[in-house]
């Protein structure tokens, strides 16, 4: 249910974008979702095809990039993608989140004419 306000985010950057580069519409948008930002594509896509009706962006194409959460190597000090679980792949010693990684939502790119 959380994705809803940041859909009509979405449509309202598009509504600004699409004006300020005289473009009549929005075929593709890529989006960066971090993996811990507990966005959901499918229910963004859904919110998305309400929401961006008789906008610019309407039927616009979305195309989803997950980011990994990063992790730190207390050890090593390596830093590296979590996948299954805190363990370094190098050392394998213990590693803290990164603060703020893994969390990201944004328009990376768009398209349109
Ligand atoms: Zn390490």
Redesign the pocket.
């Known amino acids: 249910m959380h994705e809803l306000p940041v859909v009509l985010d979405i449509v309202h950057v598009m509504d600004e974008e699409a004006n300020k580069n005289g473009m009549k519409e929005i075929t593709r948008i890529s989006l960066v979702i971090g993996e811990l930002s507990s966005i959901i594509d499918e229910s963004v896509q859904m919110y998305f095809e309400i929401a961006a009706k008789d906008h610019p962006c309407e039927g616009a194409k979305l195309v989803f990039e997950h980011r990994p959460a990063m992790l730190k ?6 830093e590296f993608p979590h996948e299954k679980n805190f363990q ?6 213990d ?1 803290n989140l990164i603060k703020g990684t893994g969390r990201e939502f944004y328009i990376l790119s768009f398209d349109g004419q």
């Not at 190597?73 to 390596?78: I, M, V």
Request: net charge neutral; with cysteine; charged share 15%.
């Open positions: 190597c207390q050890s090593c000090g390596k370094c792949p190098d050392c394998g010693g590693s």
